[in-house]
């Protein structure tokens, strides 16, 4: 079983659209937890931390479920900029983090 | 902004070689590592450093090793480069006094063997 699971999608979703992304992790001693978003052939860049109150940054939001370790993705107005591919990161043992194989999204015209 | 550059992006070499992939950092990070990505196979953590001089094997070490001299550079090397090592090669830094260990990469290289 992998440490950190994603749906790999792909999401194809029209402009404006609201979508949704999941992510579990198995390792209940992760303290920390991010979604990192990668862009085709670029390395992958910090998008937000996750935090058990949830957060939001624009239109992205974030929660976090430590007890069905779950931890989820929202984007509500997508842009075709937001094409790309989102990563579930958790933290692992000590300074290191495991990274989901992440879920492709398409926002279409 | 934190800077972590990588020496090459593209790079084509012949099995039997010798490969260096350098990685510098202007952060004054503690923490560095190297990844491949494969498709299907997500980010797989080769190396890691903590410290100058200082390593430790990640999931995927074999036919790796690494180097970390100075504080801003940590390098892998293939001793002898196989075809299977054909990959996408990330390095990444983080630092701990933030106390979340959010990482962040170079542009990454992409190594061809043939």
């Known amino acids: 079983r992998k440490e950190v699971e994603q749906d790999p999608g792909p999401f194809n979703v029209p402009e404006g659209a609201t979508v949704a992304f999941n992510c579990t992790y198995s390792n209940s001693a992760s303290q920390s937890f991010f979604w990192y978003r990668q862009d085709c052939r670029k390395e992958p860049k910090l998008l937000m931390s996750v935090y058990s109150s949830g957060n939001e940054d624009g239109r992205f939001t974030a929660q976090l479920n430590r007890a069905s370790q779950y931890i989820s993705l929202l984007i509500r107005d997508s842009k075709l900029s937001d094409s790309a591919t989102y990563l579930c990161v958790a933290s692992g043992s000590a300074r290191q983090l495991t990274f989901g194989s992440g879920t492709q999204l398409t926002v279409l015209p | 902004d934190v800077k972590v550059t990588q020496s090459s992006r593209y790079l084509v070499k012949r099995t039997g070689e010798k490969v260096f992939l350098e990685c510098v950092q202007d952060m004054d990070h503690e923490n560095m590592f190297w990844y491949r990505q494969d498709p299907g196979l997500g980010l797989r953590l080769i190396y890691f450093?903590?410290?100058?001089?200082?390593?430790e094997k990640g999931d995927i070490p074999e036919g790796y090793s690494v180097s970390r001299e100075k504080k801003e550079r940590f390098s892998l090397i293939l001793e002898s480069a196989s075809t299977n090592q054909t990959s996408m090669y990330l390095c990444?830094?983080?630092?701990?006094?933030?106390?979340?260990?959010?990482?962040?990469f170079g542009p990454g290289t992409r190594l061809t063997v043939t």
């Open positions: 450093s903590y410290d100058v001089k200082m390593k």
């Open positions: 990444a830094s983080s630092s701990p006094p933030s106390g979340t260990y959010e990482q962040y």
